[in-house]
């Protein structure tokens, strides 16, 4: 899954693929190291980022996404929103995915509108009230009953459903890691997994490296997730994680299919 964030602030590469011709391009780019699915954002979720209106925050996305498959573009799109208005609009625009970063949990709706559309949705564990002494693996688990209850009862079919343990949102240092070292335990759901590392301050600060530099620790983390079991790999440098998990597959199970 290729990373286009069409936004001025995002924490790696906010500013550098604003408006609808510098998305086009980075997304030809993406699809031609190999992308299999396109994640569109318009708003940062980094710490301290500035909330955008929704309004701004579809004049970002609709343009592109209608762009991308004026241009031809037949890749499975998921749109990057957790505002319900944002979700609607991008599906008809020509998205296929809602990726939640609240998992359904902030607006239920969002499930709803999945559900109207028939959309698999990306549910990924982002609890600021968590309890910080609970085990984290026994918390986000928890965190997605609630969200396949959400989406149980607005009908929308378990099958839709993607996990992401959300890397770096309200997790330490040591917590990323944990959530890295035990990904497999998420299995027991039944659900695909979804990690999403790609630059994040949980390579930066292990070792002491800024975004543009933390090519190779993301690498590392692609790897160990393919191994726990990881089926979607969020990053901002395709071609290279492709290579490197094109290695892990050929190692795991031979040449057929690398």
């Known amino acids: ?3 286009l964030n069409l936004t001025p602030d995002s924490f790696s590469d906010g500013g550098q693929h604003e408006g609808v011709d510098a998305g086009l391009v980075h ?3 993406m699809v031609a190291e190999g ?3 396109l994640d569109i954002g318009g708003e940062s979720t980094r710490p301290g980022a500035t909330l955008v209106p929704v309004q701004d925050e579809l004049d970002r996305v609709v343009p592109a996404l209608l762009a991308l498959r004026a241009s031809g573009m037949t890749l ?3 749109i990057d929103t957790y505002k319900p208005l944002v979700a609607h609009q991008a599906l008809e625009a020509g998205a296929d995915i809602i990726n939640d970063v609240h998992g359904l949990q902030r607006a239920p709706e969002m499930a709803e509108i999945a559900a109207l559309f028939g959309a ?3 549910v990924m564990h982002w609890d600021e009230k968590r309890d910080p002494a609970r085990d984290i693996m026994s918390a986000i688990l928890a965190f997605f009953e609630r969200s396949l209850r959400i989406a149980e009862a607005a009908g929308l079919e378990r099958d839709k459903l993607i996990l992401d343990p959300g890397f770096g949102f309200g997790k330490s240092l040591d917590e990323n890691y944990a959530i890295l070292r035990r990904l ?3 299995h027991v759901l039944g659900l695909p997994v979804l990690a999403g590392t790609s630059r994040k301050s949980m390579i930066g600060r292990l070792l002491d ?3 543009d530099q933390r090519l190779s620790g993301t690498l590392a983390t692609s790897v160990i997730a393919y191994g726990a079991g990881a089926h979607i790999f969020r990053v901002h440098d395709v071609a290279a994680n492709r290579d490197a998990l094109r ?3 050929a190692t795991a199970y031979g040449l057929e299919g690398a």
């Open 247 to 249: 290695v892990a597959h």
């Open 35 to 37: 992308a299999d699915i």
């Open 120 to 122: 698999p949705v990306i």
């Open 1 to 3: 899954m290729g990373i």
């Open 27 to 29: 997304a030809a780019a």
């Open 184 to 186: 497999g335990e998420l």
């Open 209 to 211: 490296k800024p975004t």
């Open 76 to 78: 499975p799109i998921s």
